[in-house]
């Protein structure tokens, strides 16, 4: 509430007793009456006998903050020491800071911003008058008997200051056992939380490790560090004996995914930056780039860079055979989003946008890309809606970046812990081939009936794969109808579980060059089937992990069916994490 916050420094700006007279000024001046803010400001400055015109200006009229840092503290002489403040925000206040010496003493001191003096006990420095750009620094020198240990700003956390890790000349670091409990942010320190991490995947074994989360204020310098030591324990060397051999031992010896992000204001309003790096699960990725928020608009501008650096790294994953090694894949992507409502109950959003080979990169390509979902409420069913398009251009195509049939590419594998790797999805059903598979996950033109499914359309004398390509159009409908079946609805459980039941069909296609290299559609292949996705919306009294969902679809009907198993209708199932959109 501005309001407080505005009184609470008034308080600090008059000081105690002086501020507890006003009040009682103003009270009595005005009871039993209807004053304005302009009343309130007169009262105070009649009883405070000073010009309060700046304070009242800047807190009710403008947009300015306060942002008061300790810049430089220095030796000067002997048991002199040069101490310099910066105002980094635009507002003027009155400073007062604390020096505490090498014995733990304390020095307080008081920096006026106008002629006006409050009563206090502190030693009071000269005059720092200015504001905006006028006189950002004040340099002053102060007798510590034994040195400096440290200097504060505002040790009674008063003044509205929106950056207090530069108020004090070390910077305070809480550091802590992340509880995965909620917790308003620490405004006086910065924050670092960390847990203990344990995982697995085929080829490392056991992985084990930690995981840091720390930030200012939630969206200040935010940071996500995991690192783990891979100890090979329990491994498919370890478990199985039909393992080739030319891989053993030559999985990475440890692991990291690292993220960092800030807001950029002032400088960009409703604006971050983010910068993330990883060497894990055989991939070498960086990324930086800018996300800046306009309401309901998003606009995103990304360079990426990805690389593995031999075969041992595509032994990692699902799809081995869809990733080259030994090649930089780098780009530059930027994309909007609009997200909308509609009528009572629909909501959406709208995601348009282009990649391009960023310099260095062993690929030359590019795409333009336009996704669209939609919810929308009828009585107790709920109507789901994804369209997605692709044009892509470019003859050296990363088969990891591609557009693919039936859902995500491995790119869009490797954010999900449980798909980038072999060991929680089963080897077996990760593959592509002559029959639909048991795996899926969302993405690309979503055709999930035809999951692990080389799509061969064969014409005449020759055939031609088709699960995936670079460009396409797909359309996914999902009607859910759990609000007529509430599994959980009632009991205990619904604290912790949801089961979504829906019907769904998927249609899509991919151009592809045929064996005249010509560009060409693909047959349209579509599904209908049953799903269900259970959601696990809280573990235990844990309250910030986020909701895990397990999804089963069953793709009773292709039209377009494989030879290997040629009946259209069929009782077909995959598995996914997550929902498919």
Known sequence: DKTAVMLYNLQYVLGDDLFLECMKYYFDKWKIMHPYVEDMQQAFIERSGTDLHWFFDQWLNTKKNIDYSVDKVARYELDDYYIR?????????????????????????????????????????????????????????????????????????????????????????DFSWDSKMKNLPNRKAYEIKWNPSLWYNAYDGV?????????????????????????????????????????????????????????????????????????????????????????????????????????????YLLQPNQWTPDK?????????????????????????????????????????????????????????????????????????????????????????????????????????GADVNHFHHGGGLNVRGYAGYLALDERDDWSERTYKGYSGFGLNLEIEFDRYLPLFKGTKFARYFKMDTYVFTDWGTLVYENIDEEKQFSRLRGDFGLGMALTVKRFWILETPKPFIIRLDMPLLLNHPPNVSPSHLKLRWVLGIERAF
């Not at 498919?236 to 993220?259: A, H, Q, T, V």
């Not at 609009?338 to 690929?363: N, Q």
Request: hydrophobic fraction near 35%.
């Open 85 to 173: 403040l910066r105002r980094k925000g635009k507002m003027q206040m009155p400073i007062d800071f604390t020096v505490i010496g090498n014995d733990n003493q304390k020095y307080n001191f008081h920096i006026p911003n106008r002629d006006f003096i409050k009563k206090t006990s502190a030693t009071v420095l000269p005059k720092w008058f200015g504001w905006d750009k006028l006189a950002p620094t004040y340099e002053t020198v102060v007798s510590i008997p034994g040195g400096i240990k440290n200097v504060l700003i505002d040790t009674t956390n008063r003044l509205a200051d929106i950056n207090l890790l530069n108020n004090a000349k070390k910077l305070p670091i």
């Open 207 to 315: 992985k084990l490790g930690a995981i840091f989360n720390g930030g200012y204020m939630k969206d200040k310098h935010y940071f996500r560090l995991g690192l783990w030591a891979n100890t090979r324990l329990f491994n498919e060397y370890m478990l199985f004996d039909d393992r080739e051999e030319r891989f053993k031992g030559n999985n990475d010896p440890i692991s990291f995914d690292f993220l960092y992000s800030s807001i950029l204001d002032p400088a960009l309003k409703e604006a971050k930056v983010e910068f993330g790096a990883k060497w894990l699960d055989g991939l070498n990725a960086y990324k930086l780039g800018v996300t800046k928020d306009f309401g309901y608009h998003t606009l995103n501008a990304f360079v990426h860079a990805m690389h593995r650096k031999n075969e041992n790294d595509t032994h």
């Open 328 to 432: 930089w894949n780098n780009w530059l992507q930027i994309d909007y989003t609009y997200r909308h409502r509609f009528g009572e109950t629909g909501r959406g959003a709208m995601t348009l946008g282009m990649r391009m080979a960023a310099p260095f990169s062993d690929y030359d390509f590019s795409k333009f890309f336009l996704e669209a979902n939609q919810r929308y409420d009828i009585d107790r069913l709920q109507l789901r809606g994804r369209f997605f398009a692709q044009y892509g251009l470019g003859n050296d195509i990363p088969s990891e970046s591609a557009l693919y049939l039936s859902g995500a590419n491995p790119e869009t594998l490797m954010n999900n812990s449980f798909t980038r790797s072999r060991g929680i999805i089963p080897t077996s059903w990760g593959g592509y």
